[in-house]
C-alpha cells in the first residue's frame, strides 16, 4: 500500500444563481479551468496523470454524459488520461478525492484527481429525477422526506431553536467575510475567466456579510408548508417522539444555490517527487457510512464515529473540522453529539455564506483544510458531509 | 349467442345494442356470467360483418352495475389467500387479467363502442365505460354517480381503472378518485373528461348510436398517434414527478401507511403511466392479484362491505318473529345522547316524546335537533319544510303520560341504577305488555336494571354512541332474561333509524366499553413506564386508532373514566388505584382539577376551538419519561401491544360468551371505537394478520414481558390447537 498525499488543490470562486456572474459559464468550462490550473500551477505533467474523478449530482444535459472525461479531453490533457464522474449526493467531491485517492493507495494509479463541478443555476438541482421520493415502493416503505423537513426534524428532536439557527448563520457569514478580508482562500481560488480570457468572478458572490438575526427573523421556514401537507406525517413515523414538528429553515440560514468546481492533486511520493511536486498533506484515512434516511443528514456523526474508530483516533485528537454547512441544524446537531467548541468548526464559514455546488463543495472545503491547516499551523483536520438519503463521507488529513 | 345477463340486437342501422339487465336482480354486477356475456357480444360484434359498432346500456332503472359481484369477489380473496406456490399466484393474476384483456380487446376491435349511461356505474362498471370509445351520461339522474370504490375496502380497481382514468384526467386529477373512492357526477365527468357528453335518459342510447354511426375508426386516446397524458407522466414531466412525491407523503398523512391498497394504486399509476396501456394492464393485474392477497384486502371487504351490509340489513335478526311496527318512541333524559337519539329517530320518521325533569331541559334537547337541521337547511341539504316535519316529530315534555302507547321507550339518563329504576316503573305503567322498555347504559348490567322493571323479558339494553347523528353502530345488550322477541323487536328499531346492530350478552362494560378501554389502559400503562407521552400518542394514531389513548380519554372525560372506573372495581373487589390508569387518573382528576376536553384541560391543554394545542407539560409531576426515542423495532413492539391488548380482551368476550358472531365483533370494533379498519376488525387482526396460533404465541411474548393482562385463555389455546380461525368457531348466526 501507498501512502496517497495531496500535492495542490484549487476551485472556483462559488457564483450566485441566475442573475450570478458564472451563470453564463457553462458546467463544461469550469471544469476545464479547474484541471487548467491544476495543470499550469504545477507545471503537470498530464501523461502521468492516471485519472480525473469529478463528483457531479445533477449529470445530465451539459453536465450529463461523463463530464469528467470530457472536461480532460476539453483542458488539453494528455490522451491517455481517463475521466469518471461519480454522484454521491452532496458528498461527491469529497468521495471523488476519496477514490481518487484509494487509486493511489492501491497503486492503480500514482497520480489523480479528485474534484467535482455544478452549476446549479444552468442544470436546476433534482432535474435528474430519481426514483426515491416518486416510486410509492421506495417513497412510502422508506420514509423519504426532503432534506429541508429533515433538516427541521433535526432541529425538533435535538432542541435547535430557529434563533439557535440563525445564530449560527450570523456566525457563517462572520467567518466567511473576516476570511476573505485576511485572504485566507487565496492559496486555492482560481478566478473564473470568460470566452475571451476576461476575469468573469474572483470571489464568492454568494456571501451576505450583513447578515444580522434580524434580517434573518423576517424570512419564512421553507419547509413548512412540505411539511404539513403530508411529510411531517411521514416524520413521525420514524421519530414518533415529535410531538409537533419544528421548521426552522430557509433561506438564510440553509446552504446557497451557487454554481462552482474544484480539483484536488493526488499521487503518490514517488510521482510527486518524479513530477517535482510537494506534497502539503497526507491523507489518513477515510470512508463512507449509511444512516438513517428520514432524518437523513446525521451522517457525518455516524460517519465520523466509523472514521475514529477506524483509525483508532478520539475527536479530540483533531485540530479542526469542516461539516458543510448544508443546514444550520446539521452542523449543531455535530457539535452537540461530539461536543465541539466552535472555534475548531467550520473555521472559516461554509456553506451558508458562500454556498454549495452540490457535486463540487467536498473537493472544496477539503482544499479550504489543506490551507488552514498550513495558515494556522494545525495537524490534523476533518472534512465531512452529509448526504441524500442518509449517507455520510469523511476524510483525514495530517500535514507534512 | 346465448346470453343470460344481456339482450343484444342488432338494428337496421348496422349498430348493436347491448343492454345489461342481470335477471331477478334490482341492480346489475359483474358476475362470471356477465363478463362471459361481455365476452360474447364482443366476439360477435368483430365477428359479424354486418356489426357497424356497439352501444351498451343498462335495463335497470339503478343504472348501468354497481360493480364486481360481492360473491364471486369474495370467491377470489379465498383463492387469493390460499395462493402460495408460483402457478397458484399466476392463477390470481390471470382471472384479474383476462378482464383487463376482455376490455381491451374490445377497445380495439376496430369498431366503435359506445356506452349510454343511466344511473350508477361503480368499479368494474365504470371500467367496462373507460374502456368504450364513447361515453354519454344521463343529466337527468340526481343520484348518479360514476366511482371506483374499490380502495375504500382494500381492493384497488382491477379492470383498467388505474390506467384509464389517470390517461382522461391527468394523475392528480385522478387520484382523489382512485385512492378514496370519490364519486363523480354527470356534468362533472365531462368537465373532466372522463365522458363525452351528456343527454336526457330518454335519448342516451339515441345520441349514442349516432355517435358510432358517425365515427366508424374511433380509437382510444392512448391508441392514437400523439397522444399526451394531461399533466404529463412522472419521470418525464416535472409536475408529474411531484405530483407522485406529494401523493406517496399525503397518503402517509392519512394512512400512516396502514393500507396496502393506497400504495398499490398509486404504484399502478406511476408505473403503468411510464408504460404503454397494454403493458399498464398487466402492471395493474400484477399489483392487483398482490392486493387482494394481503389480510387488509381480505379483512375488509369481509368487514366493511359484506358482513356491514349484512347486518345493517338485520342479518342476525333473530328469525320467526313478525317485523315490529314502531309508531311511536319514548326517550326518557334529553340531555346529549337523549337529544342526539330524539334526531335520528326523527329523522327516520319516528314521532317521539322527548322527557326530562324541567320543560327547559327537555326543551334544549329538542334544540339539539333544531341546530342540526338549521344547518342543513342553511347548507341547502334539506328544505325548511322537511326540517319542519322532522321538528314537529319531537314532542318535548315533563309528563310522563305523553310516553302513553309508545312501542319502545329509551332511558338515556345519569348512570345513576337507582334513578334508571325509578324511570323503567314510571315509563312501564305507560306503554303495552308489548312494548319494549330499553336502556342507554354504557357501563350498567342490564340484568340488574331489569330487576326494577315488571317485565324483564322486554327488558333490553340499546347502547348508542356519540355523537348519536354520526355514529352507526348501536350495541344491544341482552339481560338475562330478556326475550328473543325482544331482541328482534329491538333490532327492528335499531334497523328503522338506519343505524347497524350488534346484539351482545350481559357483562359488564358490554362488548365495546370493555374492549375500547384496554387500548386507553395500555397506553396510560406505557405512560407509567416512562415513554414519552408523544411516541403513546403518535403510535396510538399510526396503529390505526383515531386517536392517542391520551386524547381519546380526554374525549371521553377523565372524570367519567374515573367513575367508571371506581365503580367497576368496586364491582370486582380490586383496588382501582393499584393500577397506573386509576391512580395517574384519581390524581390528574382529583389533584389536579383536569377533566378531559371538555374543560379545556386533560392530558392536553386546548385551545379556544376546543383543538389540542400540546400534550400538558405538567405530566412530567407525575412521570418520569426515560423512554425519549424508539428504534423501528421497538416502534413496533408498542404498536402491537396497542392492538394485541385490545385483541386479547376481544377474544375474552367470545370466551366469556359476550359476543357470538365473529361480524359482531369486527364491524362493532371498527364502528364503535374506531379499531384500525385495514384490520378488518378486532376479530379479523387475530384470524387473517396473525392467524390464531401466531397470535397466541405473541401474546404470551407480551405477557411474559409486559404483565398476564396479555395471556391468552383456553379458548385462544384451543383454537390454535385445532387451527381454528374466529370466523369458524364463531360463525355469522344463522349459518
Not at chain 2, 414481558?705 to 390447537?721: D, K, S
Request: proline share 4%; net charge negative; with cysteine.
Amino acid at each position: 500500500m501507498h501512502d496517497a498525499y495531496i500535492f495542490d488543490a484549487v476551485r472556483t470562486p462559488r457564483g450566485k444563481g441566475k442573475n450570478g456572474s458564472l451563470h453564463e459559464t457553462t458546467s463544461l468550462s469550469l471544469a476545464t479551468q479547474v484541471l487548467e490550473a491544476l495543470r499550469d500551477r504545477n507545471n503537470l505533467d498530464t501523461s502521468k496523470v492516471d485519472d480525473a474523478i469529478l463528483g457531479c449530482v445533477a449529470p445530465i444535459g451539459e453536465q450529463g454524459s461523463d463530464i469528467a472525461r470530457i472536461a480532460v479531453m476539453n483542458a488539453g490533457y494528455d490522451q491517455k488520461v481517463a475521466g469518471v464522474q461519480i454522484d454521491r449526493f452532496c458528498a461527491s467531491g469529497l468521495e471523488a478525492c476519496n477514490m481518487a485517492a484509494a487509486k493511489v493507495m492501491t497503486g492503480e494509479a500514482e497520480m489523480a484527481i479528485g474534484g467535482g463541478v455544478e452549476a446549479m443555476s444552468r442544470v436546476p438541482m433534482g432535474s435528474n429525477g430519481g426514483a426515491w421520493p416518486v416510486d410509492p415502493t421506495s417513497a412510502i416503505n422508506t420514509r423519504f422526506v426532503p432534506q429541508g423537513v429533515s433538516a427541521d426534524i433535526i432541529a425538533t428532536k435535538h432542541g435547535f431553536s430557529r434563533d439557535d439557527c440563525d445564530a449560527y448563520a450570523v456566525e457563517s457569514q462572520k467567518r466567511a467575510a473576516k476570511s476573505w478580508e485576511e485572504g485566507r482562500f487565496s492559496k486555492s481560488i482560481i478566478p473564473v475567466k470568460d470566452q475571451m480570457g476576461g476575469i468573469l468572478l474572483d470571489h464568492d458572490e454568494h456571501m451576505r456579510p450583513s447578515a444580522d438575526m434580524q434580517a434573518l427573523a423576517g424570512l419564512n421556514p421553507s419547509f413548512q408548508m412540505m411539511g404539513e401537507m403530508g411529510f411531517d406525517a411521514v416524520a413521525l413515523t420514524r421519530y414518533p417522539e415529535i410531538e409537533k414538528m419544528n421548521h426552522v429553515h430557509h433561506a438564510g440560514n440553509s446552504s446557497g444555490i451557487v454554481d462552482g468546481a474544484a480539483g484536488v492533486l493526488i499521487g503518490n511520493k514517488e510521482m510527486g517527487e518524479r513530477l517535482g511536486l510537494k506534497p502539503r498533506a497526507r491523507i489518513k484515512g477515510f470512508c463512507s457510512v449509511g444512516s438513517e434516511p428520514t432524518i437523513m443528514l446525521t451522517g457525518p456523526v455516524d460517519v465520523t464515529e466509523k472514521l475514529l474508530g477506524k483509525m483508532k483516533m478520539d475527536i479530540k485528537d483533531i485540530d479542526l473540522i469542516e461539516l458543510n454547512e448544508a443546514f444550520a441544524a446539521v452542523v449543531l446537531r455535530m457539535m452537540q453529539h461530539f461536543d465541539i467548541p466552535h472555534d475548531k468548526m467550520n473555521v472559516n464559514g461554509g456553506a451558508i455564506a458562500m454556498g454549495h455546488p452540490l457535486g463540487a463543495t467536498g473537493a472544496m472545503i477539503l482544499g479550504t483544510m489543506v490551507d488552514e491547516l498550513e495558515r494556522s499551523d494545525k495537524e490534523t483536520a476533518l472534512v465531512t458531509l452529509c448526504i441524500g438519503a442518509g449517507m455520510g463521507t469523511a476524510t483525514l488529513i495530517e500535514r507534512v | 349467442m346465448n346470453l343470460t345477463q344481456f339482450s343484444f340486437e342488432v338494428g337496421d342501422n348496422g349498430v348493436a345494442l347491448a343492454k345489461f339487465d342481470a335477471p331477478e336482480r334490482s341492480m346489475n354486477t359483474l358476475t362470471k356470467a356477465a363478463n362471459e356475456d361481455i365476452a360474447a357480444i364482443v366476439k360477435e360484434v368483430i365477428e359479424n360483418e354486418a356489426i357497424k359498432g356497439l352501444v351498451f346500456t343498462s335495463g335497470k332503472k339503478s343504472g348501468f352495475c354497481a360493480g364486481a359481484d360481492l360473491g364471486e369477489m369474495t370467491g377470489l380473496l379465498a383463492l387469493a389467500q390460499k395462493a402460495e406456490t408460483p402457478a397458484e399466484k399466476e392463477e390470481v393474476f390471470n382471472l384479474a387479467f383476462g378482464i383487463n384483456k376482455l376490455f381491451r380487446e374490445m377497445e380495439t376491435c376496430g369498431k366503435p363502442v359506445a356506452i349510454a349511461i343511466n344511473g350508477l356505474a361503480m368499479g368494474g362498471g365504470l371500467e367496462l365505460a373507460l374502456a368504450c370509445h364513447y361515453r354519454i351520461v344521463a343529466d337527468d339522474q340526481p343520484k348518479l354517480r360514476l366511482a371506483l370504490p374499490e380502495g375504500k375496502i382494500g381492493l384497488l380497481p382491477g379492470g383498467g381503472g388505474t390506467q384509464r382514468l389517470p390517461r382522461l384526467m391527468g394523475i392528480q386529477a385522478a387520484a382523489p378518485y382512485l385512492l378514496q373512492g370519490k364519486g363523480m357526477k354527470a356534468q362533472e365527468a365531462v368537465a373532466m373528461g372522463v365522458c363525452h357528453a351528456t343527454a336526457p335518459t330518454a335519448e342516451l342510447v339515441e345520441k349514442a348510436t349516432e355517435w358510432v354511426l358517425a365515427n366508424p375508426n374511433a380509437k382510444a386516446p392512448w391508441d392514437q398517434d400523439k397522444f399526451r397524458v394531461p399533466g404529463g407522466v412522472p419521470n418525464q414531466h416535472p409536475g408529474a414527478t411531484q405530483v407522485l412525491m406529494m401523493g406517496n407523503a399525503m397518503i402517509v398523512k392519512e394512512t400512516h401507511g396502514n393500507y396496502p391498497a393506497q400504495k398499490n394504486i398509486l404504484s399502478c399509476v406511476y408505473e403503468g403511466l411510464q408504460l404503454p396501456l397494454d403493458l399498464g394492464l398487466k402492471v395493474e393485474s400484477r399489483y392487483f392479484a398482490k392486493t387482494v392477497a394481503t389480510p387488509e384486502a381480505q379483512g375488509m371487504v369481509r368487514t366493511l362491505f359484506q358482513s356491514l351490509q349484512d347486518l345493517s340489513k338485520g342479518a342476525s335478526r333473530p328469525e320467526g318473529v313478525p317485523k315490529y311496527e314502531i309508531n311511536k318512541v319514548g326517550v326518557v333524559g334529553a340531555g346529549l345522547m337523549g337529544a342526539g337519539i330524539a334526531y335520528v329517530q326523527a329523522a327516520a320518521g319516528i314521532p317521539t316524546v322527548l322527557v326530562d325533569v324541567s320543560q327547559e331541559s327537555a326543551d334544549r334537547g329538542k334544540d339539539y335537533s333544531k341546530r342540526i337541521v338549521d344547518k342543513a337547511v342553511k347548507r341547502g341539504k334539506m328544505t325548511q319544510e322537511k326540517a319542519d316535519a322532522l321538528l314537529g316529530l319531537i314532542t318535548p315534555t315533563t309528563d310522563y303520560d305523553q310516553l302513553n302507547g309508545s312501542d319502545l321507550i329509551i332511558e338515556a339518563v345519569f348512570e345513576n341504577p337507582e334513578l334508571k329504576a325509578e324511570i323503567t316503573k314510571k315509563c312501564e305503567a305507560q306503554i303495552a305488555d308489548t312494548a319494549v322498555m330499553g336502556s342507554n347504559t354504557s357501563t350498567l348490567p342490564i340484568t340488574g336494571l331489569a330487576e326494577a322493571s315488571d317485565r324483564p323479558d322486554n327488558f333490553i339494553g340499546i347502547h348508542f354512541f356519540s355523537p348519536v347523528e354520526k355514529m352507526g353502530l348501536v350495541e344491544i345488550i341482552m339481560g338475562e332474561k330478556t326475550s328473543q322477541e325482544t331482541l328482534a323487536k329491538a333490532m327492528d328499531y335499531v334497523l328503522k333509524i338506519r343505524k347497524t346492530p350488534i346484539a351482545v350478552n350481559d357483562f359488564r362494560g358490554f362488548y365495546t366499553s370493555r374492549c375500547f378501554s384496554t387500548y386507553t389502559h395500555e397506553g396510560i400503562t406505557m405512560l407509567s413506564e416512562g415513554i414519552a407521552p408523544a411516541i403513546i400518542e403518535n403510535l396510538g394514531r399510526q396503529s390505526g386508532m383515531p386517536m392517542g389513548p391520551l386524547e381519546v380519554s380526554d374525549s371521553v372525560g377523565l372524570d367519567t373514566g374515573l367513575k367508571i372506573g371506581r365503580q367497576m372495581a368496586a364491582a370486582e373487589g380490586v383496588d382501582y388505584e393499584a393500577d397506573p390508569l386509576g391512580a395517574l387518573t384519581a390524581w390528574i382528576v382529583e389533584e389536579k382539577g383536569r377533566v378531559g376536553r371538555k374543560a379545556g384541560q386533560g392530558y392536553y391543554d386546548y385551545n379556544e376551538k376546543g383543538k389540542p394545542s400540546e400534550i400538558w407539560k405538567g405530566l412530567s409531576e407525575r412521570i418520569e419519561v426515560k423512554t425519549t426515542e424508539v428504534s423501528l423495532e421497538e416502534r413496533e413492539e408498542l404498536i402491537k401491544r396497542l392492538l394485541i391488548r385490545q385483541g386479547i380482551e376481544v377474544a375474552r368476550c367470545f370466551e366469556e360468551g359476550v359476543i357470538t358472531d365473529a361480524r359482531d365483533g369486527d364491524v362493532g370494533s371498527i364502528l364503535a371505537w374506531g379499531f384500525a379498519p385495514y384490520t378488518g376488525g378486532t376479530v379479523s387482526y387475530i384470524d387473517l394478520k396473525w392467524g390464531v396460533a401466531a397470535f397466541v404465541a405473541e401474546a404470551d411474548r407480551l405477557a411474559d414481558a409486559y404483565g398476564e393482562r396479555f395471556r391468552p385463555g383456553a379458548m385462544l389455546r384451543e383454537m390454535a390447537e385445532k387451527g381454528e380461525t374466529f370466523y369458524q368457531r364463531f360463525p355469522p348466526a344463522g349459518h
